[in-house]
């Protein structure tokens, strides 16, 4: 079985449901399709996009930009895949925008995708999207959502969630709730760009800006403390896991001095991890949208075969065959079928 983890869509039924903050999505004379949220317009055009654009001089709309379920279910069986979890656009979390309209429509997200899903239950299931400025309303959503529509993991940012970070006393009655209800917690950069208030980002910053933040969630959520607490959180970190693999040993090493010093180190900086961070690396799970074969197997060796999953932001801007990626790798049947579907099948109760 193949199941996909990694693919957005941004609905009809939410098309102007965030006020100022859109969102709206059309396709201009010039062929391109046009994303427009929170005063903010940008064509979509990833390379497969462009060109199509060059050849023919219009693009086909993304599938994370098609409302038509059919659409997305012709795709994946084009692609041999048997399962895809569905999120909705890391622009869209809302996090900084006003409670009156960012909590009402996180629910009308959900509602869409649950719509979106109800079309091919056996095919496509959805990450439940939170208010996350209001922890009340957030909660009530998540029971919300596994009670009626069904979720069986929720989606939320990877840093700076409206201003504060994952280690956060905050969190604490959300990831109680997500062990209590055995939900896994998929983490997702925001785009930083589309934060109100937020400075234009330099090119470096841009490219560097979600690998950044997918090694920061994991690691604070290792080092402050929170497996500790919570040593049955299950979570997704998109994108290999940013630099995780590659710079790992010395996120290691560094942070079991920390810990030696203790007190000595204190304010922020203190590690309030009561283990070896290697210790938590269990309630980490990784996909493999990592562009190059080394990078691949550094993730796999870190993590082992039950902790590595395939998504591969379906159709998006970074968008690859997850499977082939996988199959790339030369492994046995054995470790294939598990990162191919079984391990995701498990962590979902699919």
């Not at 930009?65 to 048997?82: F, N, T």
């Not at 896991?241 to 079991?256: K, T, V």
């Not at 074969?293 to 970074?318: E, K, Q, T, Y």
Request: charged share 25%; glycine share 8%.
């Amino acid at each position: 079985m193949k199941i996909d983890l990694h693919s957005h869509i941004v609905l009809e039924d939410t098309f102007g449901a965030a006020g100022k903050h859109g969102p709206w999505i059309e396709i201009k004379d010039d062929g391109v399709t046009y994303f427009t949220w929170s005063g903010t317009t940008r064509p979509i055009v990833n390379p497969r996009q462009r060109a199509e654009l060059e050849a023919t001089g219009t693009s086909r709309v993304p599938h994370w930009a098609v409302s038509d379920p059919a659409v997305r279910i012709a795709a994946m069986d084009e692609k041999g895949i048997d399962k895809m979890g569905i999120s909705i656009s890391p622009l869209l979390y809302l996090y900084s925008g006003e409670e009156e309209i960012a909590v009402p429509f996180a629910s009308i997200q959900n509602d869409a995708m649950a719509k979106f899903c109800s079309h091919a239950p056996d095919r496509l299931f959805f990450m439940s999207a939170l208010p996350l400025q209001n922890m009340e309303a957030s909660l009530a959503e998540v029971d919300r959502s596994v009670k009626t529509l069904g979720v069986k993991a929720i989606n939320i940012g990877a840093s700076n969630i409206a201003g504060r970070e994952l280690d956060d006393e905050y969190f604490y009655p959300l990831w109680q709730k997500c062990e209590d209800l055995d939900l896994l917690v998929m983490v997702h950069p925001e785009a930083t760009s589309g934060i109100q208030g937020q400075k234009e980002q330099t090119a470096a910053q841009h490219l560097l800006d979600y690998c950044y933040q997918d090694t920061l969630a994991p690691l604070t959520l290792m080092v402050g403390g929170v497996f500790d607490l919570f040593p049955k959180l299950k979570v997704y970190i998109q994108h290999g896991g940013g630099f995780l693999p590659y710079q790992w040993r010395r996120l290691e090493i560094f942070s079991a001095e920390a810990q030696r010093l203790g007190s000595q180190a204190s304010g922020p900086r203190q590690i309030k991890a009561k283990r070896p961070i290697r210790d938590y690396l269990p309630n980490l799970y990784l996909d493999l949208l990592i562009h190059d074969l080394s990078s691949r197997h550094m993730a796999l060796d870190l993590m082992g075969p039950d902790n590595i999953v395939v998504g591969d932001n379906f159709d998006g801007a970074d968008s690859a065959d997850g499977f082939k990626f996988v199959e790339e790798m030369n492994l046995s049947s054995e470790v294939e079928n598990k990162i191919m579907g079984g391990n995701a099948a498990r962590i979902l109760n699919l």
